[in-house]
Nanobody, 124 residues
Framework: QEQLVESGGGLVQAGGSLRLSCAAS????????MGWFRQAPGKEREFVAG????????YYADSVKGRCTISRDNAKNTAYLQMNSLKPEDTGVYYC?????????????????WGQGTQVTVSS
């Protein structure tokens, strides 16, 4: 079983950058697809980015493509989300999630483990 803990959120001005981290405590981290999701107030949780086991395969939501980079370090049991050129509409709680599968999926219902979330606020 995986326990996920996010960190790295905060308040940043529009145009700024943040790097989110997701530390996993289980022994099988390298066998999970990792995903980042976000939820703005009053909105449903949405997919942001996903990464496959080895890190070679990635997938991004159109809204963040070109501004965000997802990566992972299996030796450290950690996944990352580098966010650049942040916009006020990027504001929300960011969650990392793990999926016991070889395929990246954008649906929240297909992920097995979730972190508690980290707040990202982008001011205009």
């Amino acid at each position: 079983q995986e326990q996920l803990v996010e960190s790295g959120g905060g308040l940043v001005q529009a145009g700024g950058s943040l790097r989110l981290s997701c530390a996993a405590s289980g022994r099988t981290f390298s066998y999970y697809v990792m995903g980042w999701f976000r939820q703005a107030p009053g909105k449903e949780r949405e997919f942001v980015a996903g990464i496959g086991w080895s890190g070679r395969s990635t997938y991004y939501a159109d809204s963040v493509k070109g501004r965000c980079t997802i990566s992972r370090d299996n030796a450290k049991n950690t996944a990352y989300l580098q966010m650049n050129s942040l916009k006020p509409e990027d504001t929300g709680v960011y969650y990392c999630a793990a999926r016991n599968s070889a395929i990246i999926d954008t649906r929240t219902s297909t992920y097995d483990y979730w972190g508690q979330g980290t707040q990202v606020t982008v001011s205009s």
